[in-house]
């Protein structure tokens, strides 16, 4: 069938390949504010641990419509997401009802990390099983917007038969792998002492490389890991916000494009951010480099291709998505250049999107050719019932998990 | 008089004390987006020294109607500004306009600083005779909302006696002093080589020191010139986003903090940042100290301060400004919490504010009791008008200046 034609004035606006996110957590939007100011393995044991294992059907269905919609809101057209053990069909129906294209998968835990809730562990079966039914249910829904991606938590979390069966399960589905990698300095000598090999190393030999496979963080990572990621071609996932306030380090991104890595861009969940804005996050990946290595490091241009095309490689889309083309999607978003902060025009419009733009200037925002966001307003559900019903469930969720 | 009891509604909205930003450059905001991914040696004398020798009265006057347009309407109710060499008059005009809180000055500069342009420097005499003119004019003008500031642009580009007499100015008309200090390691040791003493020391030397004295940045300082500042109580004021995009380094503020210092918090100008947005100051501020000294550094509360409390001193009304308490000045921000990216509610309120928030949460903005802003409009100037007369203005200076 062929769509109406539409005609929608966009003078003053700038036209955007959709931008890509590829590593959030939509379950952990209502933990947003709750665990500040707190290293990651505290962060995780006194805080998102408990509030994961806390979630029902409905808060985490209220969850996901909350981040989504700031996703969506905010310009982000597509992401790669990673839930929590249970109830992940409810952030798909979330991700169907927004509109947004989205490659989620139920997180895979089958070892019990320190200070895990008793609940944050199942079977390596169980949870395998699990994985590959909701691929059945959702794997190329909603007409190829929605897929699922096999997601285990990280290595500390999870066997190695579960690491090489979520690896065999995505190549049988054609699907994502979508893991963390290297976050701290502490997830990197757990895995040196409990496997006697380096993180990046061991992933491999377990299957989680290559261009199905997606490492979120890649922070403590050497020159020769740097170089067989380049070479596999696995996608890292650079989370300069959530790196930073996790206190996690600054990852060499540059170096790792140099090294020919593929590279995209990520908020990670709304308790380390605490915002879910990709023009935050290209700002500061611009920015945190350029201490270290001189003002001219990680140019404007070189960061929105971050966004964009190495977003659109971690999602396993690169010849669908990342640009505006012949052949390509009609993810878009138009920019509007009207406030003060993008003024005055004339300079180089790449730099008012990676440094001075923000997501109030999102105007419209279509994913495959589809209005989700038109003036503003968010097309596909409520805002007004989102933020009251994600308001009651993590009253709720806060009460359930006694914090707060 | 009298003023009108007014009551607005306020429900679901948070009330701040007016945000502070104690070193702005409002010359510069109309050459955002033309000196990206360039160190501060370049910066200055490729892009920053040409434009600011090309403006006319007309163009200084837009681009602070500009830059003060986006301050206020994103929360900022009061800043320490540097203007460049001339037209200080148009940019007070401007800001007597707008309604912000605004404490100026002309830059002076008495030393020809290497790649400057020719223009950039005066004598001695005439710098000082119209810096002391236009004290008499606007030191305490429009009620007092706006006063003076002597500006010495930084030790490298003024002679010993500007820098004394700019001192002994300051305390004879009870007005503060903003230069910078510190800024970048070449800055450190030109100040070195040539005054056999480094830059704090200097400075103190010469009477910029104490209470009265704001030093933009202090990348560069070591434990003792920390311990001298405190003493003195000498301001600080942060810059994370410019210290990152120049290369210029990681400020260490939470050393200063605990010795004592008084820190406040400033964008800098639009081409180093591209924002002049006090909200990606704060959140900046707190995250890139993180990875040095572990998650818990420079929590939000913290940060909050500097951007209230710590403002108030750099701008010498530490009893006028800085809260919302008896006996201290209207100077309010009211922030809607409606928007997703601060739900779901039942957090800290200071995490949503200092991690979450932008400046399109600001709804209304009140100086010294005066509405500026209400639902999001600015009142005092429309907003077309300052756009398209910035655009036409930054166009003519970019031919004059030729760059871009």
């Given at each position: 069938m062929q769509r109406e034609l539409q005609v929608r004035d966009c003078s003053g606006c700038l036209i955007l390949p959709g931008l890509i996110q590829a590593h959030v957590h939509l379950c952990?939007?209502?933990?947003?504010?709750?665990?500040?100011?707190?290293?990651?393995?505290?962060?995780?044991?006194?805080?998102?641990?408990?509030?994961?294992?806390?979630?029902?059907?409905?808060?985490?269905?209220?969850?996901?419509?909350?981040?989504?919609?700031?996703?969506?809101?905010?310009?982000?057209?597509?992401?790669?997401?990673?839930?929590?053990?249970?109830?992940?069909?409810?952030?798909?129906?979330?991700?169907?009802?927004?509109?947004?294209?989205?490659?989620?998968?139920?997180?895979?835990m089958d070892a019990h990390p320190e200070g895990a809730a008793l609940e944050l562990a199942e079977s390596t079966d169980t949870a395998l099983a699990e994985a590959e039914s909701l691929a059945g249910r959702w794997h190329g829904a909603a007409g190829g917007r929605l897929r699922y991606c096999f997601a285990p938590r990280f290595a500390p979390a999870c066997s190695g038969p579960l690491l090489r069966a979520a690896s065999d399960l995505a190549e049988r589905c054609d699907a994502q792998l979508h893991t963390h990698a290297a976050e701290t300095i502490v997830e990197r000598e757990t895995v040196l002492r409990t496997t006697g090999t380096s993180e990046i190393a061991y992933l491999e030999s377990v299957g989680i490389a290559g261009p199905r496979a997606v490492l979120a963080h890649c922070v403590w990572t050497d020159a020769h890991e740097v170089t067989r990621l380049a070479a596999q071609r696995t996608n890292v996932v650079h989370c300069?916000?959530?790196?930073?306030?996790?206190?996690?380090?600054?990852?060499?991104?540059?170096?790792?494009?140099?090294?020919?890595?593929?590279?995209?861009?990520?908020?990670?969940?709304?308790?380390?951010?605490?915002?879910?804005?990709?023009?935050?996050?290209?700002?500061?990946?611009?920015?945190?480099?350029?201490?270290?290595?001189?003002?001219?490091a990680l140019p404007a241009g070189?960061?929105?291709?971050?966004?964009?095309?190495?977003?659109?490689?971690?999602?396993?889309?690169?010849?669908?998505?990342?640009?505006?083309?012949?052949?390509?999607?009609?993810?878009?978003?138009?920019?509007?250049?009207?406030?003060?902060?993008?003024?005055?025009?004339?300079?180089?419009?790449?730099s008012h999107v990676v440094y001075a733009a923000q997501p109030s200037d999102v105007r419209d925002v279509f994913v495959d050719g589809r209005a989700v966001v038109l003036g503003r307003e968010l097309l596909t559900a409520p805002l007004e019932e989102i933020a009251r019903e994600a308001g009651r469930c993590a009253v709720e969720l806060r009460r359930r998990a006694g914090i707060g």
């Open positions: 952990q939007t209502l933990f947003r504010g709750l665990a500040d100011d707190l290293p990651l393995e505290e962060w995780l044991a006194r805080r998102i641990w408990p509030l994961e294992a806390a979630h029902t059907e409905e808060s985490l269905y209220w969850s996901a419509m909350l981040g989504a919609a700031e996703l969506v809101l905010g310009g982000t057209t597509a992401i790669l997401d990673m839930e929590t053990l249970h109830h992940t069909g409810a952030a798909f129906a979330a991700l169907e009802r927004i509109g947004i294209r989205a490659t989620s998968g139920k997180c895979l300069p916000s959530s790196n930073l306030k996790l206190g996690s380090g600054v990852a060499r991104i540059p170096e790792m494009l140099d090294a020919g890595c593929r590279v995209a861009l990520g908020a990670d969940g709304a308790p380390c951010n605490n915002r879910l804005d990709v023009f935050s996050e290209m700002r500061l990946a611009a920015l945190i480099q350029k201490p270290r290595l001189g003002a001219d070189r960061v929105l291709e971050l966004a964009t095309l190495g977003g659109a490689h971690a999602l396993g889309l690169a010849d669908e998505l990342g640009a505006i083309a012949v052949g390509k999607r009609a993810d878009l978003v138009v920019l509007d250049l009207g406030a003060p902060h993008l003024a005055p025009n004339g300079g180089d419009p790449v």
